[in-house]
Every structure is written in C-alpha cells, then in structure tokens.
C-alpha cells in the first residue's frame, strides 16, 4: 500500500515569490492534515481536513496561507508572498478518520532566501 | 491547551543496549491517545508506537515498549537490544479522544545516537 505522497521535496524561493505543496493521502483516508515543522522542534498542525471540509484552520495564517482540498482526496497548501519566516519543513500527514492515527509523508523542506 | 515534554534533548546509546526516553504532558483530559514517532534524517515520520489511556496494560511493538504512568502524566519510551537504524529524532505526541480536536500536541523530540 502507498504511503502519503508528497511534492517537491525541496523547494527554494525567493522571499515574496509564491509557492505550492501537493499531497496525495493514503487511498481511502478520509482526514488530512497539514504540519509545520520548524527546526529542532516537533510539527504543528495548521489546518485539518473532514474529506473537502476544512474543520480546524485556527492555526493557519490566512493573511498568506491558503490550502485546498477540492475533492476530498489530494490537497495543496499555498503560501503567497512567501516571507524568510516560512522557512521550515511542511508535513502533510492523513487517517482513516479524525480519531484514527495519523500517517505521515515525506514533508517538503522550504527554503526562503 | 495540552503541553507535551521532553527533558531530554540527546540521547546515545551503544548498539544492542538499552536506552530509555521520557516523556511528560499536561492535560485535564480523561480520554486521550499517545504516541512515539520516530523520524530519522530522511524527515519521514514514522509511527513507532501508540498507547489508548483507557488501556492499563503497556503497549509493545517488538523492541519498543512503553511505561504508561497515567495519574503520574508519565509515558516513556524503551528501546531494548538498539539497532543502528534506531538513530533518529523521536517525538511523543498527545491527541485527545472524542469528536473535534484531532490534533496531535508534540513534544520538541529527543535525538537518539545509536553508537557502532
């Protein structure tokens, strides 16, 4: 069975330039989650996904950040303008169900020049 | 809002002996779950073990094992017999049980070093 897919691995931007992450969750997983994780520490959530329905954004910056997930199965998460700040690793992780465990992909590590 | 500790920043161990990680956490919670992930340098999270308050009995997974401390908000994590490819970052995580908050709380991890 695949895992949680993501792309780019890497990515390296200009500050103010705007980027994407994709991610393709575990066939059959109803609930996504995207995670920041910055360096030396453990993730933190941003936004939580029920199939399309974006159930917990209250940690996601909205002036910049964006994320979608239009048929319920891949998502991507925007950020627009990108500042020096954003540089960190973003983790898309999915379960079954909100409840069940969490599944987690490669990240992508965000570089900000 | 749920805190998760780590108090130990770095670990080494020699291959084939013991090490243990601690973990504490902060919650008014009943019901709740708790993890260990593990993510070695290649950044893929990965599930090591997962422990149901309810359950008094301590969860295992081969060599991993846990001591689930409930009324101490105690959960640390045993390696037995280290392997090499048991270096990596590992992260215990909380989420409480029932509908809404489903995410996990991390802990700021602990760096295991398994010396040859």
């Known amino acids: 069975e695949a895992g949680v897919v993501q792309s780019p691995r890497y990515k390296i931007i200009e500050k103010k330039q705007p980027v994407a992450f994709w991610c393709n969750p575990i066939?059959?997983?109803?609930?996504l989650y995207w995670y920041l994780q910055n360096l030396g520490q453990g993730p933190e959530l941003l936004i939580r996904?029920?199939?399309?329905?974006?159930?917990?954004d209250s940690q996601l910056p909205k002036d910049r950040f964006s994320a979608e997930r239009l048929k319920g199965v891949d998502s991507t998460l925007k950020i627009q303008p990108a500042e020096l700040g954003d540089s960190a690793v973003y983790l898309c992780?999915?379960?079954?169900?909100?409840?069940?465990?969490?599944?987690f992909g490669p990240g992508t590590r965000l570089t900000v020049l | 809002a749920q805190t998760v500790t780590q108090s130990q920043p770095e670990m080494s161990v020699q291959e084939a002996e013991t090490v243990t990680l601690s973990c504490t956490y902060d919650?008014?919670?009943?019901?709740?779950?708790l993890f260990w992930y593990k993510q070695p340098p290649s950044r893929q999270m990965i599930l090591v073990i997962r422990?149901?308050?309810?359950?008094?009995q301590n969860a295992t997974e081969n060599r991993f094992s846990v001591n689930f401390q409930k009324a101490a908000k105690s959960f640390s994590l045993k390696i037995s017999d280290s392997q090499l490819g048991d270096t990596a970052m590992y992260f215990c995580?909380?989420?409480?049980?029932?509908?809404?908050?489903?995410?996990?709380?991390f802990g700021a991890g602990t760096t295991v070093t398994v010396r040859a």
């Open positions: 066939s059959g997983h109803n609930t």
């Open positions: 992780a999915s379960s079954l169900d909100g409840g069940d465990t969490q599944y």
């Open positions: 919650t008014s919670e009943s019901n709740y779950y």
């Open positions: 996904y029920e199939n399309e329905e974006a159930v917990d």
């Open positions: 995580a909380f989420m409480k049980h029932g509908y809404g908050d489903y995410k996990l709380s």
């Open positions: 422990q149901e308050a309810y359950k008094q």
